[in-house]
């Protein structure tokens, strides 16, 4: 009996564990949905962008399903539990199961389509920065959104400041650069700043969020097959207990 409501316990720990992991991959997708300003939305915006690259506006939705489902499986867990109810522990244990190898896929996936990823990013550099030669300071849009993206990542251009040349912003107003790419507000950015400034491009400054938060989300995916692994043990054995009664 003792044994019985020590796996109780765990089973409920294990679960309020899984639930906030949930919680906290469900609020990473919104983020991802919500924050429109970023170099993403540029990319999307580039003609003849590889088709590959709209599908990163699914990676919030996936983070989103994810996050939703393990925080359902999570109460769920809580509840067979405390119910004893040998139907909702097989049923919790078959559908954990499930999410472990589809989790286990992803991170495959994921390992194999950062470098990709990356390279991507590296071979849309002429466009992208034709782009900025083309329209900055002349579409709102556009312009509005590199600035936001660059006032967020405190970055200039894609790759460097020189990105700027020859476009229709540095024509009005006279060879001056967004004030993004130089270190001091209360300089005229003008070529010479900007050089001795040595901002970084939004390109590298994009990767390290990446690669950065690509190590946050590995931990916790890891810690919650970890999680899931303990609540499957513990769901069995429950059950199991559960039958012999």
């Not at 109780?8 to 949905?33: E, H, S, Y």
């Not at 556009?142 to 200039?156: F, G, V």
């Not at 970084?200 to 919650?224: M, P, Q």
Request: aromatic share 8%.
């Amino acid at each position: 009996m003792c044994c019985k409501g020590f796996l109780k316990v765990m089973m409920f720990v294990f679960n309020f564990c899984i639930f906030a992991a949930g919680a906290t991959i469900l609020g990473v997708g919104v983020w991802v949905k919500v924050d429109s300003g970023s170099l993403l939305g540029v990319l999307n915006d580039i003609k003849d962008a590889p088709s590959e690259l709209a599908q990163l506006a699914n990676v919030g939705y996936l983070l989103i399903a994810i996050g939703a489902v393990l925080v359902v499986m999570g109460f769920l867990g809580c509840c067979g539990a405390i119910r004893e109810s040998r139907c909702m522990l097989l049923m919790f244990f078959i559908i954990v199961l499930i999410i472990f190898i589809a989790e286990v896929a992803g991170a495959v996936i994921i390992l194999v389509f950062q470098p990709v990823f990356q390279k991507l990013l590296d071979e849309l550099s002429s466009k992208v920065i034709g782009s900025i030669r083309e329209d900055y300071g002349k579409e709102e849009g556009l312009t509005a959104l590199w600035n936001s993206t660059m006032t967020q990542l405190k970055c200039c251009g894609y790759r460097n400041y020189t990105d700027f040349d020859g476009s229709p912003f540095l024509s009005s107003t006279g060879n001056i650069y967004p004030e993004t790419c130089c270190n001091s507000t209360s300089l005229t950015c003008n070529e010479g700043t900007a050089a001795m400034s040595e901002i970084d491009g939004c390109f590298e400054k994009l990767v390290d969020l990446i690669e950065h938060n690509a190590v946050v989300l590995g931990a916790v995916a890891l810690g919650i097959a970890a999680l899931e692994i303990a609540a499957m043990v513990v769901s069995m054995v429950l059950y199991t207990d559960i039958g012999n009664k």
